[in-house]
């Protein structure tokens, strides 16, 4: 292994939401590259004690709770003096129309996708830009978006609205923390399917796309790892869709 995969490897990666799908598809994709990784989670699985045990510093943090945000900034900025990239992963996925009130709906939405990100790409950058003088080469930040950032959705308004602020985050931060940190979004539609969907479901998602599969959790993955291995794209959303924007229509 060269000396510079060697430093780089000392230099941990966050991934934010690590418990499930691409979450936890990246974790062990780093891990298996040798990467020390820091994730967090909101609700305590197996799952979590299964990464605790393969080295993952799992930390509990409720991305509504803005307590619990500051909790973890601070341990990270108590337990790390770099970091080589931040993964902003952690998502949540609610709809217009349920129990939720539609003001608390929006804030709820904003507060994961947007003001928890913000916050802390601002309070751990030294970090990176701590690691980026180590390396010798730029850090990351990648915010998950999704492809309704840039479409909108009529059934999940509060989400698109907040993931679209995300990715906005991404040209700011950019422009910011350039050259030292680089900055990009990460725009999936479908990567893959839950396993409650039904046939019916499954065939009218994948309809949607001009190439209509399923890729999986590692399209998502190969994604993170171009970004970071790039050295020339920032301020830009790497877009995952199949297509989608070229879907035939009747």
């Not at 939405?109 to 947007?114: A, G, P, R, S």
Request: charged share 20%; hydrophobic share 40%; aromatic share 6%.
């Amino acid at each position: 292994m060269s000396e510079e995969c060697q430093e780089d490897l000392a230099h941990p990666i966050l991934i934010t939401g690590g418990g499930r799908r691409l979450g936890l598809a990246l974790i062990q994709f780093f891990l298996d590259s040798g990467n020390p990784v820091i994730t967090t989670y909101r609700t305590h699985t197996v799952v979590v004690e299964e990464l605790k045990a393969k080295g993952v510093h799992c930390i509990r943090a409720d991305f509504t709770s803005v307590a619990d945000v500051n909790h973890l900034i601070q341990e990270v900025l108590g337990e790390y003096q770099g970091l080589r990239a931040i993964i902003h992963n952690a998502s949540d996925w609610l709809s217009e129309g349920g129990e939720m009130a539609p003001y608390d709906l929006i804030q709820r939405m904003w507060q994961v996708h947007v003001s928890t990100p913000y916050q802390m790409n601002l309070a751990l950058a030294p970090l990176l830009q701590a690691s980026a003088k180590v390396l010798g080469k730029p850090t990351d930040i990648v915010h998950i978006t999704d492809y309704v950032a840039e479409k909108g959705s009529d059934k999940h308004i509060a989400y698109a609205s907040s993931k679209a602020g995300l990715a906005n985050l991404s040209l700011s931060f950019a422009s910011q923390l350039a050259p030292v940190v680089k900055v990009n979004s990460i725009a999936p539609s479908l990567l893959m399917f839950h396993q409650d969907d039904d046939e019916e479901y499954r065939q009218k998602a994948l309809n949607k796309s001009i190439l209509s599969v399923e890729p999986g959790e590692q399209e998502g993955v190969a994604a993170v790892q171009y970004v970071l291995n790039s050295r020339y794209m920032t301020g830009r959303t790497l877009a995952l869709d199949g297509g989608r924007h070229l879907a035939r229509r009747g």
